[in-house]
C-alpha cells in the first residue's frame, strides 16, 4: 500500500485561502485516483473531492463545488487541493486517499485504501 503524507492545513478567517498538499512517502501513487475527505469532531468522514489517475475528470461534494480545486501534478507526485472562500463549517481535519485506478471514481470513503494521517484546518469566524 502507498503511504501518504498530507500537509498545509493550518488556522485561518472565514474567506481566506489554503492549499492541502498529499504526497506518498515511499511508493509513488501515479497509478492510483486520490481522494480528498474530512472529518469533524463528532461527525463520520465526509467525502470532499477525488481526481483520476490521469487528472482528466474530478468530482466534489456539493458542499465545496465552486470553492475547491483539486488537481494533482503526476511530475512531481502529488495531488493538491485549494481552498477558497472558507467557512467556519469546513473546519475539520483532511484526509487523502487512494482508489485503485480499475474502479470508477469513487466517493465513498470504503472504497479507497490508503490513508494518510490527516492535516488540520481550522477556519475562525
Known amino acids: 500500500q502507498v503511504q501518504l503524507v498530507e500537509s498545509g492545513g493550518g488556522l485561518v478567517q472565514a474567506g481566506d485561502s489554503l492549499r492541502l498538499s498529499c504526497a506518498p512517502s515511499e511508493r509513488t501513487f501515479t497509478g492510483y485516483h486520490v481522494g480528498w475527505f474530512r472529518q469533524a469532531p463528532g461527525k463520520e468522514r465526509e467525502f470532499v473531492a477525488a481526481?483520476?489517475?490521469?487528472?482528466?475528470?474530478?468530482n466534489y461534494a456539493d458542499s465545496v463545488k465552486g470553492r475547491f480545486t483539486i488537481s494533482r501534478d503526476n511530475t512531481n507526485d502529488t495531488v493538491y487541493l485549494q481552498l477558497n472562500s472558507l467557512k467556519p463549517e469546513d473546519t475539520a481535519v483532511y484526509f487523502c486517499?487512494?482508489?485503485?485506478?480499475?474502479?470508477?471514481?469513487?466517493?465513498?470513503?470504503?472504497?479507497?485504501?490508503?490513508w494518510g494521517q490527516g492535516t488540520q484546518v481550522t477556519v475562525s469566524s
Open positions: 481526481i483520476t489517475r490521469s487528472g482528466r475528470t474530478t
Open positions: 486517499a487512494t482508489q485503485p485506478q480499475n474502479y470508477v471514481l469513487s466517493s465513498r470513503p470504503v472504497d479507497f485504501k490508503s
